[in-house]
């Protein structure tokens, strides 16, 4: 289905994802003439506004969250005229026909869901009672989709009674990122990778994403979370997953999600007698992040917790490609500085005739932020005349993104899969099965952490995680990508 959509409707719409990245990312959009023309966004959320009071918040939130210079204001006037609101309570049927009166006819309609998860089923349902459901309507959700399998399929379930799989988007924002998308037209875009992606060239992967925030006013959500949960089991499962799967015969949302989702269930379980050895749970205390001081996780929240502000594991690909080559993940808050990269460690020469000479293996080393950016150290010769032998050096090769492209602008996650969904694209949002294959993974290592007790560990704020887990990648004779 790839008829745009005439009508966006926005649950949470008074939000802070909303304020933040969706508004923004519709202006965005509307500014470089990219909606569709006339497409109507009608904002909802339980706040008693008129569509009035919904477009000075709009008005607002352009003004803190877009630069000034992108703003014009006959531009920023354009887009707000695009905006109605409609209040609603969504545990109550009654409020919904006043939904479907504004958007008129619901035959081209895109819907997306960020509110709290136990809004969703209560939401679908009225959206199918209103009409809202039908053949032309399409439903995009935000996470959490659930907090264990068994959550995830409760709400699975209740979208798919109104919505069928081809009209369902799960948003891993992730997926909208431009250097994750650069990754699919890194490995099949160039025939140089592929021969060496396997377990015959590549020595081990690394996963890192980092953040210097702490709990962010979100204490209710995420003590009951936490890193795995909130990072792992989405964000960081998708950057494995199109690392280490097969090539794709084409860029469609069956083709690609097909070989993700292999790779998802191929996952090696970790259970209780595996918890120990490959993972490690950490909990931020008071430290100082970019020289200022920071409270600890437990201040934060006002009270002990056990939840874990970080995690690493060496996860493991149980297929013939990947047999043996381990993928070490480590997320958290309050490390060091805000770094998203994937390592992809090469194997050495098999015989240096060089000697040491400062050999090195070849890495390849995709930066999602704070800078987009991907290098390969390759090795070269020292300039000199090598009285005492050649020596080598590893050195950049750097595809330098921001030089290569310098007159595009980069876009938002969002923008990206706003328009994907308002297009009808669903290559870039997780199928259902790729989320149950997901769950069923992490759950399996929360089972194991409960069995064992397994402590989170405390590290001071502006570390990456305590000393366990440079350990993890240490026994294995790895040091971590700093
Ligand atoms: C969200 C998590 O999914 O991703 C947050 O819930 C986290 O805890 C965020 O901060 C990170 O996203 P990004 O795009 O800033 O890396």
Known sequence: ??????SLLLFGATGDLARRMLLPSLFGLASDGLLPEGLKII?????????????????????????????????????????????????KTDGFAALAAEVGDPGRLAIFLSTAPSLFGPTIAGLAGAGLAGDGARLALEKPLGSDLASSRVINDAVAAAYPES????????????????????????????????????????????????????????????????????????????????????????????????????????????????????????GAIAGQPVAGYADELGRASNTETFVAIKAHVDNWRWKGVPFYLRTGK??????????????????????????????????????????????????????????????????GMQNAFADVRRRIAYERLLLDLIEGQQTLFVRRDEVEAQWTWIDGIRAGWTETTMPARPYAAGNWGPAAAIALTERDGVSWHD
């Open 43 to 91: 904002g909802t959320a339980r706040s008693a506004l008129d569509s009035a009071a919904f477009r000075d918040l709009a008005a607002k939130a352009l003004e803190q969250f877009v630069e000034a210079e992108r703003r014009p204001p006959a531009t920023v006037a354009a887009f707000l005229a695009r905006l109605a609101y409609v209040p609603l309570d969504a545990t």
């Open 334 to 399: 309050r490390m060091p500085g805000r770094l998203s990269e994937i390592i992809v460690q090469f194997r050495a020469v098999p015989h240096s005739m060089f000697g040491d000479a400062g050999m090195a293996a070849n890495k390849l080393i995709i930066s999602i932020q704070p800078e987009e950016n991907i290098g390969l150290t390759m090795m070269a010769k020292v300039p000199g005349l090598d009285r005492d032998g050649l020596k080598l050096r590893a050195v950049p090769l750097d595809i």
């Open 1 to 6: 289905m790839t008829v745009p959509a005439t």
């Open 167 to 286: 009209r369902t988007f799960r948003i891993d924002h992730y997926l909208g990122k431009e250097t994750v998308q650069n990754l699919l037209a890194l490995r099949f875009g160039n025939v140089l990778f592929e021969p060496l992606w396997n377990a015959a060239g590549i020595d081990h992967v690394q996963i890192s994403v980092g953040e210097t925030v702490g709990l962010e006013g979100r204490a209710d959500y995420y003590d009951g979370m936490g890193a795995l949960r909130d990072m792992v089991q989405n964000h960081m499962l998708q950057l494995l997953a199109l690392v280490a799967m097969e090539p794709p015969a084409r860029f469609d949302p069956t083709s690609v999600r097909d070989e993700k989702v292999k790779v998802l269930r191929s996952l090696r379980p970790i259970t209780a007698a595996g918890v120990a050895a490959h993972t490690v749970r950490g909990q931020y205390g008071a």
